[in-house]
């Protein structure tokens, strides 16, 4: 949304009218899942001790993410390292992801998660995956956790 100059909002979209190419996001990265791992390093940065094994992560939380926007709705994704996934149908998607879609037109704020109602959604939903499975095709390659350490990497 875009607000004036005393801060309140105009209603108008910044995007709206414009034509806008998908963008994609990715965040990952083992601080991104085990909060208690992350901890650990830290502490272990302060005191100046040696940091835990990267082997003492926690890799079944869903705290890996990718997002697609595409000028109205942003889609994401959020897996575990352990599961990485290019789901193509609608229960794939919900069965091994944690999925959020916003329709930043009409909710700027992201308050209503379209997902929640898959069946009303299933089109868009659909449409953003295979946006999102082919961007992440094209900018990243294969998604499937090879960037990570060799001693965490999926088998």
Known sequence: ???????????????SGLSWPS??????GVSTVDSDYLTKVMSSLAVHQPQPPVTQVKLDKRGFLSFVFDGRYKFARYYAPSAFNT?????EILRNNDVQLFDLE???EEMHNLVLQPEKNRATILRMNQL???????????????????DIRPK
Not at 1 to 15: C, V, Y
Not at 87 to 91: A, I, V
Not at 140 to 149: E, K, S, T
């Open 23 to 28: 963008v994609l996001f990715n965040y990952v």
């Open 87 to 91: 789901p193509q149908t609608l229960e």
């Open 106 to 108: 009409s909710d700027p």
């Open 1 to 15: 949304m875009t607000r004036d100059s005393k801060g309140h909002n105009t209603g108008a979209q910044p995007w």
């Open 132 to 150: 999102l499975n082919d961007l992440m095709a094209k900018e990243v390659g294969v998604n499937d956790g090879r960037f990570l350490p060799q």
